[in-house]
């Protein structure tokens, strides 16, 4: 299995970014999808989920308005359209992956299974 962010870069306040997650390995429409950042010297936080059939999404409330989170299950590809960009939305951002045996679409970074390696985003003011 693996899973691919790609996406971030260098992007001006009040910018837009889209960030990919290519799953392999796994049927996505089997899976929940997370998306979680971390800003230096800061914990990690989730900022959007996605569920196996894409009908539910959940969203941080920082990030509610802004951004989008979608899926493309023939393609594999979780998306998370981010505009109106903040300087305080810099961070790591990872995608992660969690197979739907308990219901409920988990929220918290304890209950992925699966993660990428992350794709930098960084806002400037």
């Known amino acids: 299995w693996q899973l691919v962010e790609s996406g971030g870069g260098l992007v001006q306040s009040g910018g837009s970014l889209r960030l990919s997650c290519v799953v392999s390995?796994?049927?996505?429409?089997?899976?929940?999808i997370g998306w979680f950042r971390q800003a230096p010297g800061k914990e990690r936080e989730g900022v959007s989920w996605?569920?196996?059939?894409?009908?539910?999404?959940m969203y941080t409330d920082s990030v509610k308005g802004r951004f989008t989170i979608s899926k493309d299950n023939a393609e594999n590809t979780v998306y998370l359209q981010m505009n109106t960009l903040k300087p305080e939305d810099t961070g790591v951002y990872y995608c992660?992956?969690?197979?739907?045996?308990?219901?409920?679409?988990?929220?918290?970074?304890?209950?992925?299974?699966?993660w990428g390696q992350g794709t930098q985003v960084t806002v400037s003011s």
């Open positions: 996605i569920s196996d059939s894409g009908d539910r999404t």
């Open positions: 992660a992956a969690e197979y739907d045996g308990r219901g409920g679409l988990p929220r918290f970074e304890w209950e992925y299974t699966y």
């Open positions: 390995g796994l049927s996505l429409d089997l899976y929940h």
